[in-house]
């Protein structure tokens, strides 16, 4: 078993929604990026959404993240587990993000998605309930790892444009 910490967000003054997701897998983490396994869809879907997609450097998508409003960001800082699958965290070892002053510190920021039931039900158990939180929206959106394989890229696409409205 391996401690793991996330990444800091992707966020920027103009921030009107928040992409949480579980925890980086390990091509993420070797990549020290975001969605970085060359099979999870973020990347594509996020390009179809937002022209920010794979075939742009890291750095491009991120900027393009930014310039729409959109910031990502991880449920959980640290934990452990081994490999990639969400379903081989330690629960006992779960330490969240402070996601509260995030959005404290970005006022604009009115909606949450959350990449896949993990994030949601981690940030359900975990995170504390303020006045903050109760103003944003929230809701739960399939899974875009390549391990959540029993749905299609269609399908997944469909449900995730409620992002770009």
Request: glycine content about 4%; aromatic content about 8%; proline content about 5%.
């Amino acid at each position: 078993m391996t401690t793991i910490h996330s990444f800091a967000p992707i966020v920027s003054e103009n921030a009107h929604t928040l992409i949480l997701g579980s925890m980086p897998g390990v091509a993420s983490l070797t990549a020290q990026a975001y969605y970085a396994h060359p099979r999870n869809a973020f990347w594509q879907i996020i390009g179809e959404l937002f022209e920010a997609g794979p075939n742009l450097d890291y750095e491009d998508r991120v900027a393009a993240l930014r310039r729409h409003g959109i910031a990502v960001w991880d449920v959980m800082k640290l934990c452990t587990r081994t490999g990639s699958l969400d379903s081989a965290i330690v629960e006992s070892s779960i330490e969240i993000n402070d996601i509260t002053a995030l959005l404290e510190s970005h006022p604009s920021i009115n909606r949450i998605f959350f990449n896949g039931a993990k994030a949601e039900a981690s940030y359900r158990r975990y995170a504390p309930t303020t006045a903050r939180t109760a103003e944003v929206t929230m809701a739960l959106l399939p899974s875009t790892s390549p391990a959540h394989a029993s749905m299609n890229f269609e399908t997944k696409l469909a449900a995730w444009a409620v992002v770009g409205r």
